[in-house]
């Protein structure tokens, strides 16, 4: 009987050491990110930079459309228009 009782016990020991470990590792998970702070930090940059850029296009877009409909009225005189993108401030760029 004693054979029988000690072997439960250990089996119960096995268990709970079991249940412990996947704890501390599950535990561990939960504290340590994913996503690294600063790699965080540059793709919200880079999907900021990405929608300015879109904006920017778009922007462009219509002041090329809005030339071609002036450049249709007027005299060609051969000028190239000039549009600059502006990197807001407190950006690296």
């Known amino acids: 009987m004693f054979y029988w009782r000690l072997l439960a016990i250990r089996l119960c020991f ?3 050491f079991e ?3 996947f704890g501390v590792c599950r535990l561990i998970d939960l504290c340590v990110p994913d996503v690294p702070e ?3 930090l540059k793709i ?3 999907r900021y930079l990405a ?3 879109l904006a920017d ?3 462009i877009m219509k002041v090329a459309q809005r030339t071609d409909d002036d ?3 007027d005299d060609d005189d051969g000028e190239a228009t000039q ?3 502006r990197v807001p401030d407190g950006l690296p760029g």
């Open 19 to 21: 249940h412990v470990v």
């Open 57 to 59: 296009s778009d922007t």
């Open 38 to 40: 600063s790699l965080e």
């Open 51 to 53: 929608k300015q850029a």
């Open 14 to 16: 096995v268990i709970a």
């Open 44 to 46: 919200k940059r880079e």
């Open 71 to 73: 450049d249709d009225d």
């Open 83 to 85: 549009v600059r993108m």
